[in-house]
């Protein structure tokens, strides 16, 4: 998935311009669908009790996590917090090691004991995800220092959401980005909620999220995290002047979350929860759906067809199913190994 980057230019081995673009943009309707599909499959299973693992699922926000990966190169290296799978796959994580991590196995990524919150795929550039707000932030911070320090060509990108942007470590982390000029993309998505606190009663009024990058210096753009085509395109722009030593990028991605804040219901269907209206979740699952824009686009004008998409779901169905068989059938760790690799 990720190019080789030789003095800081992406080489491409392609040789038509329109095919890269036909191919590029197959990718991206792909690349979401896998996502939807390996979380959907969790979310059935999930109820089972058989993962003992609270699990952000991020079913709609697919485009991010999408579009920024594959804009990406080898090398580079992604950070992510509590609602990380998506961002875990969409950079090349093995859905097989992901679900026997969320079944307790040493087989999982981090060999059962990190449960959905702490997920790893190094050779892929997958660093590690954190369920502490604002700590991939200034983690992914020190790979990028790192990286200018060693003179490398290389981009660290920690995702977060609109809560993290609450954080010290957000406000400390970038006022060093910026000053330091280090190679990092921060990626922000805005999904409105904090568990079930609305963005507008969270911050002083007019303060935006990326305005408040931008007041300490660094570049940004706010774009729609629906329109994979643009975050990818948007991504792409920024990464050779991030690499080029021109200093930090902020990108706010404007998202919104299906599911409950933690576990597989829909908010309307839980009794008794108010906090945001079927309404509204009706509109951003039914208009603003990322996968079923892209698909539209595509088919449309002639990229994809249908038969084409039916059959990657069909393979793609095969081989999630294939990985929860395995991942079932794992290891259990040895009791004996409790308190190694714990921090
Ligand atoms: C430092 C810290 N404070 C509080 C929490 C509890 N907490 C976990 S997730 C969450 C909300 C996160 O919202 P956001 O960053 O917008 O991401 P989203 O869940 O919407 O994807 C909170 C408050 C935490 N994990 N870490």
Known sequence: MLQQIENNEVIDQST??????????????????????????????????????????????????????????????????????????AAGGSFFKLAAELYGRLEGCSNGKGGSVHLTARDKGFIISSAILGEDIAVAAGSAFAFKIDKLPYVAVPFFGDASCEEGSFYETLNFASL???????????????????????????????????????????????????????????????????????????TYRWREHVGPNFDYNVPNRTYRSKEEQEYWINERCPIKSAKQLLLNNGTVTAVEIENWEASMQIEIDDAIKRAKQGTWPDVSSLLENVY
């Open 16 to 89: 038509s311009n329109t095919s890269i673009q036909t191919n590029i943009e197959k990718e991206l309707l792909k690349n979401m669908i896998w996502l939807r599909m390996c979380e959907e499959t969790l979310v059935k299973l999930y109820p089972e009790q058989e993962m003992r693992t609270p699990c952000h699922f991020a079913t709609g926000q697919e485009a991010i996590a999408t579009g920024v990966c594959q804009a990406l190169s080898q090398g580079d290296v992604v950070y992510s917090h509590h609602r990380c799978h998506n961002h875990y796959l």
């Open 180 to 254: 330091n000029k280090i190679p990092a993309l921060f990626i922000c998505e805005n999904n409105l909620y904090s568990t079930e606190s609305h963005i507008d009663i969270r911050a002083a009024s007019g303060a935006t999220i990326h305005g408040r990058a931008k007041a300490l210096g660094i570049e940004t753009a706010a774009i729609d995290g629906n329109n994979v085509f643009e975050v990818y395109n948007t991504v792409k722009s920024v990464l050779p002047k991030i690499r080029s030593g021109n200093g930090p990028f902020f990108l706010e991605c404007a």
